[in-house]
C-alpha cells in the first residue's frame, strides 16, 4: 500500500522546471499597457454610454442618489457592448456575503424572446438588482422571520470587471446584498454607510481649516500576508483541505530562529506564481505593487497602492479569489488562514488607514507649511480619542476562529488594542496638554512645536512593530486584522468611530465659538482635553511582553482573548450606540451580525474537531499501533532468546507510544463529552464557549500527544505530510 504522504512527496520530486513564467500573452514589461484592461473604468464608461447616462451616474455616485431606470438601460447597454468585445457571454452580482467570502451568481446575456427567438440581452434592471437564492448564506436570523430571499444591488462606486476563468470571461458588478426590507447581510452595505457617515463629519471638521473642502474620502492600503505549498501536499493533509490549518504536526527542527527567509530571496517557483498573479491583478486594475517573502518559512506578502477604501476592499476579496485561481495553475496553494502552522509566524493584513480630501490634503499628514499643522493635529488626536473610546468594538471586528490563534501569539499583536504614536509625537502630545492656558501665545507654541518635527515618514525606523494600532508617518496601521479576513469589517468600525468622534468634536468646539473663542484656541483647547483624556490607550513599549499585559489590566484596557468574549461587546450599549448613531447598521442588522459571527465561531471549531477526530482514528492511531506491534514483537522475540540487555530502547518507546495513545484516548472522551454539551445548548453564546473552553482545550492536548507520536513512530508509517516537508519544499 503506498501512503498518500508518499504519493505527495513523489509528485512534488517530479514538478517540472522551469516552472512556466508567463501563461498569458500579455507583456511582462510596460504595465501601463494592459493595467485594468478588464476594468469597466471611467475612461470605458465615459466611451460606451452616451454622454448625459454617463453624467447621471457620476452624480448619482457623488450624492449616493438612486438612477432612474433609463439611465440603468443606457449604462447596461454599453457596459454589454465592451463585456461581449471582451469576449463575455455572461454576467454575474458579485457581492461579499458574511462567510467573508466572495459570492457571485452567474447569468448568460443569452435569453429566448416570446416568439422563441434567441438574443442578446443585459437590461438596467438586471443590472441594477438581481435575486440570487439567497436562503444558504447567513443572515442571522434576519431573512426568516419575513422573507426568505436576498436581493443583489448594484454599487456603482465600485467598477465593474471581467473575470477570466480559462477560456471563460464573465462580467462581475459588485453589488450590495441586502433583504427585501433593504437590511444589510453583508460587509459592502455597512462600509458604504461608514463612509458616506465619515466624509459628512470630515467635512465640516476640515472645513474649519480650508473652506474648499467638500470631500473627505477614507483610505486604505492593506498588506495581504499567505502561506503557498504545493498542491499535492496540501491535498495529503485533510486538516489543511477541510479547516485551512493544520491542526496536528511535529515543530520542524528549523523553523524560522535562523530569520534567513525574511526578504531573501524569493524562490523561483514562487517567483513565477507571483510574476503571473501580478498580472492577472493589474489586468483587474489592483494595483499591487509590493511583494516580499514573509518572516516564516513559505510566507509571503503582496501589497497594492492605497486606494478608495471600497474599492481597496473590493480590489482585496477579489486579490484573494485570483490568488487562488493563479496557485492552482503553478500547482500551488494559498493558505489565507491566520495560523496555518503551530509555532511559527501567522498572517495578518495589515490595514493602512487614513483621509484624504478632494483638495489633496492626506489629513494625517504633518504636511510642511507650521500654519496648517493644526488640522493635522486635530484629525490626528481625534483617532487617538476614538480609539480610545471604541477600542473593544474595534477587537470585536476582527474576532474570527483564525485570529484567535494568532492575536497574542508568536509575533503578533496582543488582544489588547492600543495605539503606538512614536517618540516624537508622544513628546509632542505630552507638551501640548501640559500647557496651562490655550491663549494665542499657546496655540503658537503647540504649532512651534509641531513644525519642528522630524519627517515623520522618514523618521520611522524604530517603529513599533508589536502594536496593534500604530501611526506611520501618514496613516494609521491596523495590524490585528486577519490574513483570511474581510477588511469591510474593521474598516467600517474605523470610519464610524472617527466620524462619530468628529461629531463630538466639531459640538464642543462650536460651544466654544458661541462663547467667543477663536477658532484655533477653541480646538487646542479641545484637542487638549482629549489628549488627557486617552493617555491610557497610548503605549510604547513591546506589546508581546507579559508586563504590558499587568499594565493594560492596570489602565482598565480590555483583553478579550477569545472570539465569544470579544464579540460580546456587540450586544452593548455602546456598539448599539456607534453602529446606529452613525447609520453604519440598525439595530436588527448589529444582532444579526452579532448572530452569524457566533455561529460562523461555532461551525468553524465543529468542523476542526471532527476533522481532528477523524485524522487521529484513521491516519494517526493506526500508524501509532502499528508502530507499537512492531516494538512489542521486538521485544518479546528477543526476550525469547534472552537478549534481555538489548530491549531498553524499544521499551522506552513503547512505553512513550503507549503513553500518548492512551492520552489521546482520555482527550477524545473529554472531546465528546464537550460535544454533547455544546449541541444540547439552546443558545448559540453558551455554545460558543464550551466548544471554546472545553472542546479547544481537548483537540490541543490530542495534538500534544499525536505530536510527540509522530517524533517517534517510524517514519515510513506516518502518513501526514511532515512540517518540514511542507514548509521547506520548494
Ligand atoms: P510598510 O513598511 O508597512 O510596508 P509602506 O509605506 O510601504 O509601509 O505602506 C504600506 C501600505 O500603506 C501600502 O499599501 C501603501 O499604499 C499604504 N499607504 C500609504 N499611504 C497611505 C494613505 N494615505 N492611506 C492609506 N494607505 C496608505
Ligand atoms: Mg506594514
Redesign the pocket.
Known amino acids: 500500500m503506498s501512503l498518500s504522504r508518499f504519493n505527495a512527496l513523489q509528485a512534488v520530486e517530479n514538478r517540472v522546471e522551469p516552472f512556466p513564467m508567463d501563461f498569458n500573452d500579455t507583456p511582462a514589461e510596460n504595465i501601463a499597457s494592459y493595467f485594468g484592461i478588464n476594468v469597466f473604468d471611467d475612461a470605458k464608461m465615459k466611451k460606451y454610454v452616451a454622454e448625459k447616462a454617463y453624467l447621471s451616474v457620476k452624480a448619482a455616485i457623488q450624492s449616493g442618489q438612486k438612477l432612474s431606470r433609463d439611465v440603468a438601460d443606457e449604462v447596461a447597454l454599453g457596459m454589454k457592448k465592451w463585456a461581449e468585445e471582451k469576449g463575455c457571454t455572461h454576467f454575474a452580482h458579485w457581492f461579499q456575503p458574511l462567510t467573508g467570502k466572495t459570492a457571485e451568481k452567474h447569468d448568460s446575456f443569452f435569453t429566448l424572446t416570446h416568439d422563441g427567438r434567441v438574443i442578446e440581452e443585459f437590461t438596467g434592471g438586471a443590472l441594477v438588482q438581481q435575486e440570487p437564492d439567497g436562503s444558504s448564506f447567513p443572515s442571522g436570523g434576519m431573512r426568516s422571520t419575513f422573507e426568505a430571499r436576498g436581493y443583489t444591488v448594484w454599487d456603482p462606486s465600485s467598477p465593474a470587471f471581467i473575470m477570466e476563468v480559462g477560456d471563460g470571461m464573465t462580467l462581475c458588478i459588485p453589488t450590495i446584498f441586502v433583504t427585501y426590507g433593504g437590511e444589510a447581510q453583508d460587509y459592502k452595505l455597512p462600509l458604504l454607510r461608514s463612509l458616506a457617515f465619515l466624509d459628512k463629519a470630515a467635512v465640516t471638521v476640515a472645513k474649519m481649516f480650508d473652506e474648499k473642502v467638500a470631500k473627505v474620502t477614507a483610505?486604505?492600503?492593506?498588506?495581504q500576508e499567505y502561506f503557498l505549498i504545493d498542491d499535492a501536499l496540501f491535498n495529503a493533509r485533510p486538516d489543511l483541505a477541510m479547516t485551512g490549518r493544520t491542526l496536528l504536526g511535529h515543530a520542524a527542527a528549523k523553523n524560522q530562529q535562523l530569520e534567513d527567509h525574511y526578504f531573501g530571496s524569493i524562490p523561483e517557483r514562487v517567483y513565477a506564481y507571483m510574476r503571473d498573479l501580478e498580472t492577472e491583478s493589474h489586468k483587474l486594475g489592483i494595483p499591487v505593487?509590493?511583494r516580499h517573502n514573509e518572516v516564516a518559512p513559505a510566507q509571503y506578502e503582496v501589497?497594492?497602492?492605497?486606494e478608495e477604501i471600497n474599492v481597496a476592499v473590493d480590489h482585496n476579496q477579489l486579490l484573494m479569489d485570483v490568488m487562488e485561481r493563479v496557485a492552482r495553475r503553478h500547482k500551488l496553494r494559498v493558505l489565507f488562514h491566520e495560523k496555518p502552522f503551530a509555532g511559527i509566524n501567522g498572517s495578518g493584513k495589515?490595514n493602512?488607514?487614513?483621509m484624504?480630501t478632494n483638495t489633496g490634503v492626506?489629513l494625517?499628514?504633518p504636511g510642511k507649511e507650521p500654519a496648517k499643522n493644526l488640522r493635522f493635529l486635530t484629525f490626528f488626536v481625534n483617532t487617538i480619542a476614538a480609539v480610545h473610546k471604541y477600542a473593544d468594538i474595534l477587537r470585536a471586528s476582527i474576532a474570527h476562529a483564525g485570529n484567535d490563534h494568532r492575536l497574542g501569539a508568536n509575533e503578533a499583536p496582543p488582544a489588547i488594542i492600543s495605539v503606538f504614536i512614536g517618540e516624537a509625537m508622544t513628546l509632542l502630545l505630552d507638551q501640548i496638554a501640559k500647557g496651562k492656558n490655550t491663549d494665542g501665545q499657546e496655540v503658537k507654541r503647540a504649532l512651534d512645536l509641531i513644525s519642528k518635527l522630524p519627517n515623520l515618514e522618514l523618521d520611522n525606523t524604530d517603529r513599533n512593530r508589536t502594536s496593534p494600532f500604530a501611526f506611520?508617518g501618514?496613516?494609521f496601521?491596523i495590524r490585528a486584522v486577519g490574513s483570511s479576513q474581510n477588511c469591510a469589517g474593521p474598516m467600517a468600525v474605523m470610519n464610524a468611530m472617527m466620524g462619530l468622534q468628529l461629531v463630538e468634536f466639531k459640538g464642543e468646539v462650536d460651544k466654544l465659538l458661541a462663547k467667543g473663542a477663536k477658532q484655533d484656541e477653541a480646538i487646542l483647547t479641545v484637542l487638549k482635553g482629549y489628549i488627557r483624556k486617552s493617555k491610557s490607550i497610548c503605549f510604547e513599549g513591546n506589546n508581546y511582553s507579559d508586563e504590558w499585559k499587568e499594565e493594560a489590566k492596570a489602565r482598565g484596557l480590555n483583553n478579550f482573548a477569545t472570539t465569544p468574549e470579544a464579540l460580546d461587546v456587540l450586544g452593548s450599549k455602546m456598539a448599539l450606540e456607534l453602529y446606529s448613531k452613525s447609520g453604519v447598521m440598525n439595530k436588527v442588522e448589529l444582532e444579526a451580525y452579532h448572530n452569524v459571527q457566533l455561529h460562523s465561531y461555532c461551525t468553524k471549531i465543529n468542523i476542526e474537531a471532527r476533522s481532528l477526530e477523524e485524522i487521529i482514528h484513521s491516519m494517526v492511531m493506526p500508524a501509532a499501533i502499528r508502530y507499537q506491534t512492531e516494538l512489542a514483537d521486538n521485544i518479546a522475540s528477543l526476550r525469547e532468546i534472552d537478549m534481555d540487555d538489548a530491549i531498553g530502547y524499544q521499551k522506552d518507546t513503547l512505553k512513550r507510544v503507549t503513553r500518548n495513545v492512551n492520552a489521546i484516548r482520555e482527550a477524545l472522551e473529554k472531546l465528546h463529552k464537550g460535544f454533547e454539551k455544546a449541541h444540547h445548548c439552546d443558545d448559540i453564546r453558551d455554545e460558543a464557549d464550551i466548544l471554546c473552553h472545553k472542546v479547544r482545550p481537548q483537540m490541543d492536548a490530542i495534538r500534544e500527544a499525536a505530536d510527540d507520536l509522530e517524533a517517534v513512530v517510524d517514519d515510513q508509517y506516518w502518513p501526514l505530510v511532515k512540517y518540514r516537508e511542507m514548509l521547506f519544499m520548494r
Open positions: 483610505t486604505l492600503g492593506w498588506e505593487r509590493t501589497a497594492p497602492i492605497f495589515h493602512n488607514w487614513s484624504g492626506n494625517l499628514s506611520t501618514n496613516k496601521e
